[in-house]
């Protein structure tokens, strides 16, 4: 089951020096059953987009939480055996991964892009307030072996 987990560059940090992120039970978010079911007839990947979505709305508690932290949401995607995830919220698609999730499982990592930081700023400290400042920025796509580099630049 592909997974939507809300991050921090601290996090990306942790993932590529531990090679995972965790420890377990890791808070993510994906297009469970209940969610299919809540939406038929809807697209699977607008289902997946708004998973990442709610990740990267999440991100924004974990940023309030690290005041130090560049203002950048962050969402790290991958792939983990459907026994490792239980539901948490059939509303959202909220879910609970039983282990932590090791590098190899990552497919990408999504990141605001330096020119979010401002808007993001605003979307944080009205947490956990509702703010559309950070909508309108679309997260940019990193392959794992670019979150390295994606750090030396921050």
Do not use: C, N
């Amino acid at each position: 089951m592909r997974v939507y987990v809300p991050a921090t560059l601290s996090t990306v940090a942790e993932l590529v020096e531990r090679r995972a992120v965790g420890p377990a039970p890791v808070a993510a978010f994906a297009v469970t059953a209940a969610v299919r079911a809540a939406a038929p007839g809807t697209d699977p990947d607008d289902l997946a987009e708004d998973a990442m979505a709610a990740a990267a709305d999440a991100a924004l508690g974990l940023l309030a939480a690290e005041p130090a932290a560049p203002r950048r949401r962050v969402v790290i995607a991958a792939d983990v055996p459907d026994s490792a995830v239980e539901e948490t919220d059939p509303a959202t698609g909220a879910v609970r991964v039983a282990a932590e999730i090791a590098m190899a499982t990552v497919a990408s990592a999504h990141v605001d892009d330096v020119d979010a930081e401002p808007d993001v700023s605003v979307a944080v400290t009205a947490w956990p307030a509702t703010s559309e400042a950070a909508d309108g920025h679309a997260l940019l796509w990193y392959a794992t072996q670019e979150l390295a580099d994606l750090l030396s630049v921050t």
